[in-house]
C-alpha cells in the first residue's frame, strides 16, 4: 500500500526534523561546557562512537556487497552510499573528542601525570597527542579517498554499462576492505581501548567492526522498510530480499555475541592483572545489571525472533528488532566506555543523551539530504537485473507479512 504523501516531502520533514533535534541537543551540550566540561568530554565521546558506527559500517557492507554480488545489496546500496558521504561531517563532529584528549579529560595517558607510570612512559611513543591526532586524520582520509574511488568506478559503471567495470569495483573494494579493516582496528584501539591504557586485547578491534556493521544492517533494514511504500522500492522489494536482511542481522548480532564472550572467557581464564581489571569495572557497583541486559536483550532476545522464517519476513517484526537492536547498540558501547570514568558505580548522565541527539540529530540531517541528490537504486548495473530477476522468479510478490498473505487467500475465497 503506497503512502499518500510523497517519498521528497516526507524526507524534507524528517530532515527538518532531525536538525531541530539536533540543534536541542547542542545546546545542551554548549550548557554542558559550562556545567560539567569532563563529562561533556566524555559523553560527546560516547555518542560520536554510536553514531560513527553508521558510516563507517556501510563503507564495509558496501565493498563487501561489490564483491558478493545479492539482491539485498542493490536495494539498500544507495542508503549505504549516503551514509558514507557523512564521513566529512563526522570528522568535524570529531573536534571536541580532540579537545577532550588534549585537556586530559578523556584520556590517562594525556595527562602529565603519565610520566611518571612506568607503562605508560613505554606506551607514549605511540600514545601521544601529535602521533594520535595524526592517526585519525589518516582514518578518514583514507576513509573519505577510497570510498570517493570507489564511488567513481561505480558512477563509470552507471554512466557507461560497461562489464569491465565490475572487475574494477571488485578490486578496489576488496583492497578497500582489507584497509577499512586495518584502519577501524586501530582507530577502536585509540578512540575506545586508550581510555584505559594498562588494559589490551587483540580482539576488541574485531568486535567494534562487528558491532558497526550490526548497526549498519538494522540502520539500513529499517530504512528499506519505510521506503517499501515508495517506488520504484515499492516496484523490486521482495520477502525474500527482507529474509536476507534479516538473516544479516541475525548472523552480526550472533558474531558480536561470540566474539565478546570469548574475549571474556580469554581474560577469565587468563587472570592476568593488567587484562581482568576492565571486566571488574564493568561486572561491579551497578554495571553488572547493564551487562546481564545484553546477555537477555542484545543476544538471546534478537536471535530467537529471528530464527522464525516468518518474522524475518514481516515488516513489524523485523523493523521492530532493528530498532531494538540499534538501542541496545547504544547501550552496548555506554558500557563499555562510561566505566572507564567511573568504576565504582553505575552512571549515566543528562549529556550522555544530549550528546546523542546532538551528533545523531545533525547525521541524519546529512545523511536525509544526500539520499534525495541520488536516484534510489542504480540505473544501469548489469548485476542488479540478474539479482532481481532471480529474485523475482522465485518470490513474485510485494513485500507483506505471510499472515497478511493467508488472510488475503482465505478471503479470495
Known amino acids: 500500500m503506497k503512502h499518500s504523501e510523497p517519498l521528497l ?4 520533514r524528517f530532515q527538518q526534523r532531525a536538525l531541530i533535534i539536533g540543534a536541542v541537543g547542542l545546546i545542551a551540550c554548549v550548557a554542558g561546557i559550562f556545567i560539567d566540561p569532563s563529562q561533556l568530554f ?28 545479492g539482491a539485498w ?42 610520566a611518571s607510570d612506568h ?54 573494494s576488496a583492497a578497500g576492505l582489507v584497509l577499512l579493516i586495518l584502519t577501524m582496528t586501530f582507530a577502536a584501539v585509540d578512540w575506545v581501548m ?53 538473516t544479516l542481522m541475525f548472523a552480526f548480532n550472533m558474531l558480536w555475541a561470540y566474539i565478546s564472550f570469548s574475549q571474556l572467557l580469554i581474560i577469565y581464564g587468563g587472570n592476568l592483572a593488567e587484562e581482568t581489571p576492565w571486566y571488574i569495572h564493568r561486572l561491579h557497583g551497578g554495571w553488572e545489571w547493564i551487562a546481564y541486559s545484553l546477555i537477555a536483550l542484545h543476544f538471546a532476545t534478537p536471535f530467537l525472533i529471528l530464527l522464525s522464517r516468518r518474522n524475518k519476513r514481516n515488516t513489524r517484526i523485523l523493523s521492530g528488532v532493528a530498532i531494538w537492536l540499534l538501542v541496545m547498540r547504544a547501550v552496548d558501547t555506554l558500557w563499555v566506555i562510561a566505566p572507564s570514568f567511573h568504576e565504582s558505580q553505575l552512571f549515566v548522565h543528562w549529556l550522555d543523551l544530549a550528546a546523542l ?6 547525521f541524519v540531517w546529512y545523511f536525509l539530504y544526500q539520499v534525495k541528490q541520488r536516484p534510489l537504486l542504480l540505473t544501469n548495473d548489469p548485476r542488479m537485473q540478474a539479482a532481481l530477476a532471480h529474485v523475482e522468479e522465485k518470490e513474485p510478490l510485494l513485500m507483506v507479512a505471510e499472515e497478511d498473505l493467508t488472510a488475503e487467500a482465505k478471503a479470495g475465497h
Open 9 to 12: 516531502a516526507r524526507l524534507d
Open 42 to 69: 566524555r559523553s560527546w565521546l560516547f555518542g560520536f562512537i554510536v553514531w560513527i558506527a553508521l558510516p563507517v559500517g556501510a563503507f564495509g557492507i558496501y565493498m563487501l556487497h561489490n564483491l558478493v554480488g
Open 73 to 114: 545489496g542493490f536495494l539498500i546500496r544507495r542508503l549505504l552510499s549516503s551514509a558514507i558521504r557523512t564521513l566529512p561531517v563526522m570528522l568535524v563532529l570529531f573536534v571536541p573528542i580532540v579537545v577532550g584528549m588534549l585537556t586530559g579529560d578523556l584520556y590517562e595517558w594525556a595527562r602529565p601525570e603519565a
Open 119 to 172: 607503562i605508560l612512559h613505554a606506551k607514549q611513543p605511540y600514545l601521544n597527542e601529535v602521533f594520535w591526532i595524526a592517526r585519525t586524520v589518516l582514518y578518514f582520509a583514507i576513509w573519505i579517498g577510497w570510498s570517493m574511488m570507489v564511488f567513481r568506478h561505480v558512477r563509470r559503471l552507471e554512466e557507461t554499462g560497461e562489464i569491465t567495470q565490475i572487475r574494477k569495483i571488485q578490486n578496489v
Open 194 to 246: 586508550s581510555l584505559e591504557p594498562h588494559w589490551f586485547s587483540t580482539i576488541f578491534g574485531v568486535q567494534m567492526i562487528v558491532a558497526f556493521v550490526l548497526a549498519t544492517t538494522c540502520a539500513a533494514t529499517l530504512f528499506l522498510i519505510f521506503l517499501a511504500d515508495y517506488r520504484p522500492i515499492s516496484d523490486v522489494i521482495r520477502p525474500k530480499i527482507l529474509h536476507d536482511l534479516g
Open 357 to 362: 541527539i546532538a551528533i545523531g540529530g545533525v
